[in-house]
């Protein structure tokens, strides 16, 4: 059974840091693309950070340089790390794949519950 779990999510102030993890069961995180995607309620869904099976990332431009995508395979987990976080990053992050694609973008069949980034002074 394929299952995500997300977790990390916080408040921190502008200019502030967060990890996020996303464990996998049920698939090998290095064989498909894992994504990253947030969505703030009322918005559409953006998608954030891909990882594919070999290993390139993608990033949406408004986060390149400021997050890393990367994938531990013994622990089976994709992190995002997100470094100076801007009052325009809080959303529920959620981490997906299609368990079929091994370049990004995956289509979002399997996902995560999400966590919830805040971001304030």
């Known amino acids: 059974q394929v299952q995500l779990v997300e977790s990390g999510g916080g408040s921190v102030q502008p200019g502030g840091s967060l990890r996020l993890s996303c464990a996998a069961s049920?698939?090998?995180?290095?064989?498909?693309?894992i994504g990253w995607f947030r969505q703030v309620p009322g918005n559409e869904r953006e998608g954030v950070a891909c990882?594919?099976?070999?290993?390139?990332?993608w990033y949406k431009q408004s986060v390149e340089g400021r997050f890393t995508i990367s994938r531990d395979n013994p622990k089976n987990t994709v992190y995002l790390q997100m470094n100076s976080l801007q009052p325009d990053d809080p959303a529920i992050y959620y981490c997906a794949t299609d368990i079929v694609r091994r370049l990004c973008p995956p289509k979002i069949d399997y996902r995560g519950q999400g966590t919830q980034v805040t971001v304030s002074s």
């Open positions: 049920g698939f090998t995180v290095d064989y498909y693309a």
């Open positions: 990882i594919s099976s070999d290993g390139i990332s």
